[in-house]
């Protein structure tokens, strides 16, 4: 306990919160605890750590729009950012899981990230309020806010992309790199974006990320899939 309070810079007043942020649903049906769980502390957190990126985002866009905000918010909180946020603190090393899920990877679960992210910081705000819950999140989530202020949503392509997809088909877009030349210092990496079995552009650069962002570019500028029919 005391290591991951080292970790996120914050000690907690009562220690039992912590304990039941991180207890699994799966422990609390084998000890036969079954109102000992971090649900409830989910539930608080997902609502509080709504509240304090949607301060932060609305001081740091004036000028976007509630939609676009919404945007913005939702790559914040979404499953997969919330299991980055708890990969940074190493929170699946401290879950305390039912024997059964515990075997079956449950401290790498999407789900159990996530849910136990959301259940921290709904301890911290029970145990000590707004403001330190505020910084917590802030410290935790800074480096990633830092990537949304300098890549909007409107300017990001492979999100761009997707939601273009994904009014015709649930199916994501898939990104490959088909090839890589040059010494390691001056690697030049070509990208390929399929989807549904179409390709639908290349691109290259000096990092994979840029590579299939150029991809992501192509593919929008040449529309390959205008008239696609599932199932043709």
Not at 3 to 22: G, H, M, P, Q, V
Not at 99 to 104: F, P, V
Not at 172 to 195: C, M, N
């Amino acid at each position: 306990m005391d290591s991951l309070e080292t970790r996120i810079d914050y000690k907690f007043a009562n220690s039992l919160l912590l304990a039941e942020a991180l207890t699994h649903p799966s422990l609390a049906y084998e000890s036969k605890r079954p109102h000992f769980d971090n649900q409830r502390l989910e539930f608080l957190g997902d609502a509080v750590i709504q509240l304090i990126l949607t301060d932060e985002l609305y001081q740091l866009f004036p000028n976007f729009s509630e939609g676009r905000l919404t945007k913005l918010r939702s790559r914040l909180v979404s499953r997969d950012a919330l299991c980055r946020y708890a990969d940074k603190i190493k929170l699946g090393s401290y879950l305390m899981l039912g024997k059964g899920e515990d075997a079956s990877g449950g401290r790498k679960r999407p789900s159990n990230l996530a849910d136990a992210f959301e259940a921290l910081a709904g301890a911290i705000y029970l145990d000590s309020g707004f403001e330190p819950t505020r910084q917590f999140l802030l410290n935790n989530f800074q480096e990633f806010i830092e990537e949304i202020a300098a890549e909007p949503e409107e300017n990001n392509p492979k999100g761009e992309l997707q939601e273009h997809l994904q009014s015709i088909s649930p199916t994501s877009p898939s990104y490959a790199i088909v090839s890589q030349e040059g010494p390691d210092h001056q690697k030049l990496f070509v990208s390929e974006v399929t989807w549904e079995g179409l390709k639908l552009g290349r691109g290259s650069g000096s990092s994979k990320k840029e590579a299939e962002t150029e991809a992501a570019i192509k593919a929008l500028d040449e529309r390959v899939w205008e008239g696609f029919k599932k199932g043709k």
